[in-house]
């Protein structure tokens, strides 16, 4: 199926994309680390950027995709990115705390641990897709311009055809 001028459209929408079915684990597992591990007032802040960062994620994918044009698709996916690095970068310093004690928990160390690292290990994966997905955007913009620009092109053909088939009444009949 095509959606505007061209593009490729999935019934399922942004459901379907990879990268937003690995936002929602990453989601899931911010959540549920934050609220395991982090201490609800000695870590508020924290707790409430790392679920925010996460959400934002999930939540600018779905919204760039519902976007009609690529350009604005492609600004979405960097709010993406930049949610994906400041939490990744939050689970290195968690990870580094941990691993050098300076963070005590009331839980299990280890499973803190691995639960990190399996956090990072989502983001990292996620970052190659959502390098991809903008790769993908960024070089169908520059061979094809957004679906703005393909409707304008549509239109000044229209207008030609009309133009001509005018003419062509007028000194042919």
């Not at 960062?53 to 698709?73: M, P, V, W």
């Not at 690095?85 to 300076?102: A, R, W």
């Amino acid at each position: 199926m095509e959606k505007g001028g061209g593009i490729l459209y999935n019934p399922l929408g942004y459901k379907a994309l990879r990268t937003f079915q690995q936002a929602e684990e990453i989601y899931e597992l911010t959540k549920e680390f934050t609220s395991k591990y982090l201490d609800p007032v000695k870590d508020r802040r924290l707790k409430e950027q790392m679920d925010s960062c996460g959400r934002s994620l999930k939540q600018n994918i779905a919204e760039g995709h519902g976007r009609q044009d690529t350009k604005a698709n492609l600004e979405f996916l960097g709010f993406s990115f930049g949610s994906l690095n400041e939490l990744l970068e939050d689970y290195f310093d968690l990870e580094k705390d941990y691993t050098e004690g300076q963070r005590k928990t009331r839980q299990d160390k280890e499973e803190a641990l691995r639960m990190i690292s399996r956090a990072i290990k989502l983001l990292m994966g996620e970052k190659t897709m959502l390098e991809r997905q903008m790769a993908g955007l960024r070089k169908r913009f520059v061979q094809k311009g957004d679906e703005k620009e393909e409707m304008r092109q549509e239109r000044y053909n229209e207008q030609k055809r009309q133009i001509v088939n005018q003419w062509n009444r007028k000194y042919w009949e």
